[in-house]
Each structure stands twice: as C-alpha cells, then as structure tokens.
C-alpha cells in the first residue's frame, strides 16, 4: 500500500506530459456554385472573416450548396505526432425545431491536409487558394431536401495520431445558422403550369 501513492503520482505526471492537440483556428464556408467558385466565408474559432458563422444567414439554395472550410491545429507534443483526420460536422434541422430534438440530415465534410508550419497543420481548404470540392459537400446533393428553411448547427475537429481530439465548438455550444432551400425554375413551372390547366378546366365547366 505505501506504494500507491507513488504510482498515482507518476500516473498523473504522464498524463500531463501529453498534452492535448488545439484547434486554434477556424472557419467555414458555403457556396451556390457547381465549381465552389466565389465561396463565402465565415468565422468560426477564427478572426480574419467579415461575418461569423454563428447566427448567420448563409443564403438561399436552389439546387447547389457546398459546404466546406479550413482549420489550423496543434497535434499535442506526444513524441511528434501528427493530426491524423479532421473535418466538418454537421447536422441539419427543421427551422421550427427550436429545441434541436429531431435531427433531419447528418454528415461530415472530410478535409484534406493543405500544409505544415513546423509542427502546427492546417486543413480543409486555403482560404487564399484554389477553392476545390476535395474538402467540401454539396448538401443538396447529398440530402434529398424539400423547399424551406433550415438550421445548421456545425463543429470542426481534429485527431491526433495518438487519439487525442481537439475541437473547433463555440465553447461546446457549435455553431447555428440558417439556410433557405428554393424549389428549382422546372418545378416551378410545372406548378405553375399544373395551375393554368387547372383554371382553364374550372372556366370550362
């Protein structure tokens, strides 16, 4: 037993020598655009956007709305690891559910890793560069959505190869915004064109 505390002692000393990777810089962003040409960006753990992306109004949607971003992360000082994964997750809700209780879509946006900075890495998508598809969804794609609006509540991570996971939260709280979904030109003239069949049929009779 006089041992005990010996071994506790040298248990939390290891543990304090493996420190936690850090998300230390953020960022989203959404793009009407088949190419992910001219994307808007937001905030997120990160300063350098006009707008955050929490409370925000992302647009409306006809038939494209990529969703993508970029993070900047620490993997921790276990012997040099590296960030193995990171990425975007979202879940996607009915605007009215204000409680969050009935999620209608979920996924994750996969980033790429873009560059190393001594032992600091960033992933996702290079807010100054080329804005490809490699590290973004198209969510309209990917969810078979109805016209209207939704809320998005989003978070970023990153996992070190040694496991430990950082977070990109809003202070555990993630990150809600809205969008609105437009039906598509066809659809609505075919609405349109199913209501003028229908009229000239009740002048008729």
């Not at 998508?125 to 939704?150: P, Q, R, W």
Request: proline share 2%; glycine share 10%.
């Amino acid at each position: 037993m006089k041992f005990l505390p010996l071994f506790i002692l040298l248990l939390l000393s290891g543990s304090f020598l493996i420190a936690q990777p850090t998300v230390w810089d953020g960022y989203a962003y959404v793009s009407g655009s088949s190419t992910v040409s001219e994307p808007t960006w937001y905030d997120m753990g990160g300063s350098a956007q006009a707008q955050d992306l929490h409370n925000a109004n992302l647009g409306s949607f006809q038939d494209t709305l990529w969703l993508g971003g970029q993070i900047k992360a620490w993997p921790g000082n276990n012997g040099g690891d590296n960030v193995a994964n990171a990425g975007l997750s979202y879940n996607i809700y009915a605007d009215s559910d204000t409680t969050y209780s009935n999620s209608l879509f979920n996924g994750l946006v996969s980033y790429n890793n873009q560059s190393f900075d001594g032992n600091d890495e960033q992933w996702g998508t290079d807010v100054n560069g080329s804005n490809t598809e490699e590290s973004a969804v198209n969510l309209l794609n990917s969810h078979a959505m109805d016209a209207g609006t939704y809320r998005i509540v989003t978070y970023a991570s990153a996992t070190a190869t040694w496991g430990g996971v950082a977070y990109d939260s809003n202070l555990s709280n993630n990150y809600v915004s809205t969008f609105t979904v437009v039906p598509e030109s066809s659809s609505i003239s075919l609405f349109f064109g199913f209501i003028s069949i229908l009229f000239v049929a009740l002048r008729r009779k």
